[in-house]
């Protein structure tokens, strides 16, 4: 009985000795985790993180604020688990911060923060606070100008770049195998058609192509995604091409063309298997790529839009920070960004290595 690996089997265990590899996907794991259940990682667990409280805005890291709890004068419905685990659940309450209160008889008598050394003395009816009126809440990575929590928009953000990162990598791959299987295993016209297509792509700057296709479709969440995606698919179009290449001149296709099979049989069933080592390699440097350009997208002002949370959004509302008081504002998505993409860098390139890579266009 032969105990000899398979190849995916040596390959993992390159991969899991690989430890800068391993420390990427780690951080990619972990990442899934918080985008999917951010609202309930999130100390603001309202629909985009978007709790707007403009007394407290341009918090330090590490600040902390008493907050009544006021009602709304609506009733808020409750909100179910997968409601909450989809878009988060709306606040019954206004949170108005305090700098003092006092509960007398049924009132709770409260200085209410407006700016640095002035405060305003409110009374409030029990009946019209919390159950327990005065919370406490600490700002870990401070609030931006409006008053939202920059560690609850950045967590709830994870879920935007990495559906970006995603979608592109879905739609790039959709339209790079099958342009690149088409000139690898035809050749020929159908080969220089589609490479002049490719080079014509190739040609246009990358961010000038999403800029088109954003302006065209419109701003907005969807939008984005399509727009990268659709100017990422040409590096994955040409390594296929040259990997099907080198692949339709083995025994085993002239094989299948002996039994009969069709081409599209021979392609799917039996030439990707084969390619999809390199095509894995260069779907985690595309996810990375999508990540920046949704970013810079985002900081122009054409990618994701407000309330929606996204870092490089995040980063545009308080860049001037920057060169004031409260750096920490625009520095904390930037790192959230360096950290993801060098993720997926590191796990390419340990994926590079341990598949025994050698990229051929």
């Not at 259940?37 to 600040?63: H, Q, T, V, W």
Request: glycine share 8%.
């Amino acid at each position: 009985m032969d105990s000899s690996p398979t190849f995916q089997q040596a390959a993992w265990r390159r991969l899991k000795k690989n430890k800068g590899a391993v420390l990427g996907l780690v951080v990619i794991v972990l990442s899934v985790l918080v985008a999917v259940f951010a609202y309930f990682i999130a100390p603001d667990s309202s629909p985009y993180a978007n709790r707007i409280i403009l007394e407290i805005g341009g918090e330090k890291p590490g600040s902390s604020r008493e907050f009544v709890k006021v009602k709304k004068e609506k009733d808020v419905e409750a909100t179910g688990f997968f409601a909450r685990l989809a878009s988060g659940k709306e606040d019954k309450y206004y949170y108005v911060p305090i700098t003092a209160h006092e509960i007398k008889g049924d009132s709770i008598i409260v200085q209410k923060y407006i700016d640095e050394g002035l405060t305003e003395r409110i009374a409030y009816p029990l009946s019209q606070t919390a159950a327990t009126p005065v919370v406490k809440m600490k700002f870990i990575t401070g609030t931006d100008k409006y008053g939202r929590d920059i560690l609850s928009r950045i967590i709830v953000g994870t879920r935007v770049s990495l559906s970006v990162g995603l979608i592109t990598v879905i739609i790039s791959l959709s339209i790079g195998l099958l342009l690149g299987s088409l000139a690898g295993f035809y050749r020929g016209k159908t080969d220089e058609v589609i490479m002049w297509f490719i080079n014509v792509i190739w040609s246009i700057p990358t961010l000038l192509l999403v800029f088109a296709i954003t302006l065209a479709l419109g701003k907005g969440f969807w939008q984005v995604f399509i727009a990268v995606g659709l100017t990422m698919w040409v590096n994955v179009a040409r390594l296929v091409r040259g990997q099907v290449l080198a692949e339709r001149e083995k025994e085993y296709i002239e094989a299948t063309r002996a039994l009969g099979f069709s081409d599209i049989r021979t392609i799917v069933r039996h030439v990707w298997p084969n390619i999809m080592g390199p095509v894995m390699v260069i779907a985690a440097s595309n996810f990375a790529s999508a990540i920046v350009i949704e970013a810079g997208l985002s900081f122009l002002g054409v990618g994701v839009q407000p309330p929606m949370p996204s870092w490089g959004l995040m980063i545009k509302e308080n860049y001037n920070f920057i060169i004031t008081q409260n750096p920490m504002l625009a520095l904390a998505p930037g790192f959230a960004i360096m950290l993801l993409v060098l993720a997926f860098n590191l796990f390419g390139n340990g994926l590079r290595d341990a598949l025994n890579v050698r990229g051929r266009v």
